[in-house]
């Protein structure tokens, strides 16, 4: 065989994006190996047991609602719009990482995004799927939430197309299609790889049944490359749309605070700032445990760190210009709704969530900061929590002093409502699990194409 | 119907991508038409190499997301203005840009199922039986080597011949394929 070339692609002056020296067999070895013959580690089965035990809890929440009703969460007048809706923001904008880094990213040819654009679009999966279940128990009878579909049914009725709400449905159930699609499409040449490689019955049929048969044809590459081209361009602008259409179901409304134009622009930037705080709370510990920092690289981490930073950067102009708008609307209510979210009673809420979105991830101007390992997983811990926290004081204080002071009111969320929102980190964290276990992580056959030696010389 | 020929035809075994390349052009010169390369990874020389150009896909995804667009316009006309119309303080029940949204969505989800299908359809998966797979070393092109094989459907294929052809191309083996 021969000798693997020790150049690698680099821009001048950057680290590389795999390490030198390795082969196509070698990758295809040492990511394949993690799910047909390493040892699952011991911190896979704590772990995954940790998480599947939040998922008994989130099914106990959801046990709970069915039987008694909405009346067990903190909703009433006037903030009818609670956790629910809090969670389903946060967990959608997470997942939209996932689908810039595997769609944006390719039509942009950024190299760097291969190794780690297979996990980051299961990250979206999970993430569409725990935000799904939200609107659908939110309803009020959630087990009628086909309701919101347009299907011809007995009563004559059909969805209102003019509502927001109703456009979500669209948005939500079209991105978790083509999610799903682009995510397995991707998967198609790896499971081939899994069948092949697999010295187990069991495995080798499972994995050549979802491999359909790809026998690495050039002809069908060349059909597949286009496919996932088309995929690509179609999930870029769904994506910007997906977060526009959530921001929607806010800023159609009149009520003070949410009825702004910036809302889909700073809504799509927040979704992506918490979606590669999520992908860096990920990959820094899988990459830790699975040994794959050739792979993932701190060429990654540093871009990754470098998107949070624009990102956080969109989304604390957004800020601005809210205090901005409030004060320029000449509007009383805009007005106090700016003052109040900074000096009422949510207002250690609003602080927070200024220092954790707009302060801390300013330390990513710093070379060092975005090469600390440490670091660079605190902040993006800090991060989610601020984006949660702008989702909460969103929703919250916009609702909480309605026009008129007689209905003013406070919300507190209750036991269930925070056993549902762990529940669904739990769901969420299991699958990661799960994925992680069965399926390679990164993507097999787009890591030969950026080996040197995959190159044709004439 | 013509006779089927005792195998499926003669497959060679390369070691890097250069060598699959360079070898499929020599067949392509020495007037082989019915032929495949197998690779681990997407290589666009090879395609070329094999004189395969398509262009149908992005016409399917085309023609794909025009009925996706119409239909999602078209089932929110019919709902709000044929079937259901509410006169919400005279307001037109037309009232298209509040449909723009669904419209889009509906246009991509068309759009990127004919992607999807459409490249499955023209690639034949999901495909239970394949003749390739019959040879054992067949499992590496998932891996790291590279195969071209000739099919003895080919007008120019003769056994010997052909034989004798892919072992002048230095490759690492060269195996029958059978049925």
Known sequence: MKEPLKTVI?????????????????????????????????????????????????????????????????????VGWGFAIINFVWWIGIGHAGTLISAILLLLRQEWRTSINRFAEAMTLFAVACAGIFPLIHVGRPWLPYWLFPYPNTMGLWPQFRSPLVWDVFAVSTYATVSLLFWFVGLIPDLATLRDRSRRQLPRVIYGILAMGWRGSAMHWHRYEMAYLLLAGLSTPLVLSVHTIVSLDFAVSIIPGWHATIFPPYFVAGAIYAGFAMVLILAIPIRAIYRLEDFITLRHLDNMAKIILVTGLIVAYGYMMEAFMGWYSANPYEEYMVLNRMRGPYAPLYWALIACNALAPQVFWLKRARSSIPVLFIIAIIVSIGMWLERFIIVVTSLHRDFLPSSWGMYYPTVWDWATFLGTTGLFVSLIFLFVRFLPMISIFEMRTILPQARVEE | MKR????????????????????????????????????????????????????????????????????GYYLQYWVSVMDYPLNIGGRPLNSWPSFIPVTFETTVLVAALAAVLGMLGLNGLPMPYHPVFNVSRFALASRDRFFLCIEATDPKFDHEETMRFLKSLKPRSVSQVPH
């Open chain 1, 10 to 78: 680099v821009e001048p002056g950057k680290p590389p994006i795999i390490e030198p020296g390795h082969t196509f067999a070698s990758v295809t070895d040492k990511i394949s190996s993690v799910v047909l013959t390493r040892r699952t580690p011991r911190g896979w089965y704590l772990g995954f047991g940790v998480s599947f035990v939040l998922v008994m809890v989130l099914l106990y929440a959801l046990g709970k609602l069915m039987v008694v009703g909405t009346g067990i969460w903190g909703v009433n007048h006037p």
């Open chain 2, 4 to 71: 089927r020929p005792p195998i499926y035809g003669l497959m060679a075994e390369f070691d890097t991508p250069s060598d699959l390349v360079a070898a499929t052009l020599r067949a392509r010169e020495a007037g082989y038409r019915k032929m495949d390369g197998y690779s681990p990874y997407p290589i666009e020389e090879l395609a070329e190499a094999i004189g395969f150009h398509s262009s149908r896909l992005p016409l399917i995804v085309l023609i794909g997301g025009l009925i996706g667009c119409a239909g």
